[in-house]
């Protein structure tokens, strides 16, 4: 996607920089946790509880870190810091009460975990500016997790980490992530609908686009309505002609859904529809199967919260895709969700394609993740990781596997 992506406002170096501490520290994470045993299943009112005292902390964290000087004040430390530990704690119960199938769900709420942890100890050692800027991005970990799945209904909770935080007027796209964050859905769409309408916003900002289809599509299956405001949008005079071709192919994918939409977690509509988004005579253009990858990932993602019985080989193939769409929809995301799938897809089942799809794919993320300036730079233990993934799929037994059932 890089015409579309080349678009998107660039994070300064030392935001830069952070990102990839953050990301080094996630995808540690992710490559210790695909191998993990299973969990005790989930338990639905334990997770609302720790959810409704996460967003009060963060509320509180999102609002003193909007201010720089209300987050340097000595009167605010106490508060802070409780606030880091309630956020690491109840995120930890969170890991342990995701259900046993649910790697993803584990590994967005280790990560929160962790992001609250770094940010307290980076706090209580005095640097300010790597708290603040862990504070402000750990929505995207809220929003990555409450976006996978439907949901008919927004949070019980009317309060939003928006109400108690901020006090200044936010940018739209900004108040729609931390309204997602905090699983008020209905005020998100309607703040993205606004956006993508206004005529003083950047109409190419795609990372605003992805939000929206995320929800319509991925928690409110409202292809329809994704329709509707992506015709408006490409409507409007200041779009470019490459754009509004562009925005032509996800409507007409969108309208296709709407017209007969996929039965949810049907693994043969995911498979088509990630055959269908890999291929590039019929989405030339960079981004064009964006709204088809999003079909697929939704599609897989409820297949594996269906299918705990399924073999081996199955289990390994659908989160293959999964990392495979991960790395579609959100190429620069700095939460290394797809890293996880890969490695899960390897440990289901060594002997099959997918897991050596899954290797190569993971070996070549992992390796541009942690690409220094100086060229190529694996610190040991992740060489290591790596090398113990590959010798799963090199034993003699897991080399006479049989090909997959969808190549991509
Ligand atoms: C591991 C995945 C995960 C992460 C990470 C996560 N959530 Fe949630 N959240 C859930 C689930 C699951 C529910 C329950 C949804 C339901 O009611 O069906 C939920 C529900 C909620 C609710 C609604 C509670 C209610 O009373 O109905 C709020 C508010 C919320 N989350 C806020 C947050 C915030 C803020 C963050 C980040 C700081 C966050 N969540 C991170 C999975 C997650």
């Known amino acids: 996607m890089s015409t579309l992506r080349s678009r998107v406002r660039t994070p300064s170096a030392g935001r830069v920089a952070q990102r990839r501490a953050g990301r080094a520290i996630c995808l540690a994470l992710a490559l210790g946790l695909a191998g993990a045993g299973p969990l005790p299943a989930g338990a639905d009112e334990a997770t609302r509880d720790a959810m409704r005292t996460i967003l009060a902390a963060m509320a509180r964290l999102v609002r003193l870190s909007a201010d720089r000087q209300a987050f340097a004040s000595p009167d605010n430390a106490a508060a802070i810091t409780q606030a880091l530990a309630d956020v690491s704690d109840q995120a930890a119960l969170l890991a342990e009460h995701t259900g ?47 976006t996978r799945w439907p949901s008919a209904a927004d949070a019980r909770e009317k309060a939003s980490l928006l109400s108690s935080a901020v006090s200044s007027p936010l940018p739209l796209q900004e108040r729609a992530r931390l309204l997602v964050a905090s699983r008020q859905f209905a005020a998100a769409l309607e703040a993205l609908e606004s956006l993508l309408a206004s005529p003083a916003a950047t109409p190419t900002d795609v990372e605003a686009i992805k939000l929206y289809l995320l929800v319509t599509m991925r928690v409110k299956q409202d292809y329809a309505r994704a329709a509707r405001t992506l015709d408006r949008f490409r409507d409007r005079a200041v779009i470019t002609p490459e754009l509004r071709g562009i925005a032509g192919r996800w409507i007409e994918d969108l309208r296709e859904l709407a017209d007969s939409p996929p039965e949810p977690g049907n693994l043969v509509s995911a498979e088509q529809w990630v055959e269908r988004a890999g291929n590039s005579a019929r989405y030339p253009r960079d981004g064009e199967a964006l709204v088809a990858w999003i079909a697929a990932s939704g599609l897989l993602h409820q297949h594996l919260t269906r299918n705990a019985s399924a073999s081996a080989a199955q289990v390994a193939e659908v989160n293959y895709l999964i990392g495979l769409t991960e790395t579609r929809i959100a190429p620069d995301a700095w939460l290394p969700q797809a890293e996880l799938y890969l490695e899960k897809a390897i440990r289901a089942d060594p002997s099959s394609s997918s897991a050596r799809a899954a290797y190569e794919m993971l070996e070549a993320r992992v390796r541009a993740a942690y690409r220094g300036p100086d060229g190529d730079d694996l610190p040991d233990d992740v060489a290591d990781h790596l090398e113990r993934l590959k010798a799963l799929i090199d034993t003699p037994a897991a080399r006479g596997g049989k090909p997959r059932t969808s190549e991509v």
Do not use: M, N
């Open 100 to 146: 046993p199938d649910d790697t993803g769900g584990e590994f967005l709420a280790r990560s929160l975990d962790r992001y609250a942890l770094w940010a307290k100890l980076g706090y209580e050692r005095g640097q300010l500016d790597l708290a603040r800027t862990l504070v402000q991005e750990a929505p995207d970990i809220c929003v990555a997790c409450h």
